[in-house]
T-cell receptor
Framework: GESVGLHLPTLSVQEGDNSIINCAYS??????FIWYKQESGKGPQFIID?????DKRQGQRVTVLLNKTVKHLSLQIAATQPGDSAVYFC?????????????FGTGTRLQVTL | DAEITQSPRHKITETGRQVTLACHQT?????MFWYRQDLGHGLRLIHY???????NKGEVSDGYSVSRSNTEDLPLTLESAASSQTSVYFC?????????????????FGEGSRLTVL
């Protein structure tokens, strides 16, 4: 399958615990942010997004927090499950409506232990 | 169900050969993209298209070309493969008004094509 590789930062979490994955973005002009999940052998999959006029957005079991002051984004996964094991990466966009401007981070591998 | 498919999923080729990676989407999306993914780098944009007959260079376009003769397909061609082009390649598409590059929803990615250039 297709995936990033073996040498990413890794977060190990026990099943049932909450996970927090962090991302530092680079462009202070970015006003749209997305979290993606990439399972081994698959393409990235959209999880949740947030615009810069918000500091928190919740989805099903996931919450994204945005701190524009320090250019930091985090993804919180509640009650982590084995199916959450994957590489997670953030993307930023300084031009919200233009997809070609998306810039992707390198990712964090989440390992869920039983 | 609508989908985006890439082929081949795995390819081994030799330096100097021409290689074409296919991408086909059935959502009728105007926007299509090719990215490469390498260890230590995030996804990097190679080429993109906002509609039929429209193509644009991305961040890492040298040595690659694309063509958009219909809405569904955006093949990526490596004119003369080099070892530096060994990578995993992802195609993506998104909704958006024709020719504008604006997108109204998420990017949908294919499953990837792993290319090895020896």
């Amino acid at each position: 399958g297709e995936s990033v590789g073996l040498h990413l930062p890794t977060l190990s979490v026990q099943e049932g615990d909450n996970s927090i994955i962090n991302c530092a973005y680079s462009n202070s002009a970015s006003d749209y942010f997305i979290w993606y999940k990439q399972e081994s052998g698959k393409g990235p999959q959209f999880i949740i997004d947030i615009r810069s006029n918000m500091d928190k957005r919740q989805g099903q079991r996931v919450t994204v927090l945005l701190n524009k002051t320090v250019k930091h984004l985090s993804l919180q996964i509640a009650a982590t499950q084995p199916g959450d094991s994957a590489v997670y990466f953030c993307a930023e966009n300084p031009d919200t409506g233009t997809a070609s401007k998306l810039t992707f981070g390198t990712g964090t591998r989440l390992q869920v232990t039983l | 169900d609508a989908e985006i498919t890439q082929s081949p999923r795995h390819k081994i080729t030799e330096t100097g050969r021409q290689v074409t990676l296919a991408c086909h989407q059935t959502w009728n999306h105007n926007n299509m993209f090719w990215y490469r993914q390498d260890l230590g780098h995030g996804l990097r944009l190679i080429h993109y298209s906002y509609g039929v007959q429209d193509t644009n260079k991305g961040e890492v376009s040298d040595g690659y070309s694309v063509s958009r003769s219909n809405t569904e397909d955006l093949p990526l061609t490596l004119e003369s493969a080099a070892s530096s082009q060994t990578s995993v390649y992802f195609c993506a598409s998104s909704e958006g008004p024709l020719g504008t590059g604006k997108y109204t929803g998420e990017l949908f990615f294919g499953e990837g094509s792993r290319l090895t250039v020896l």
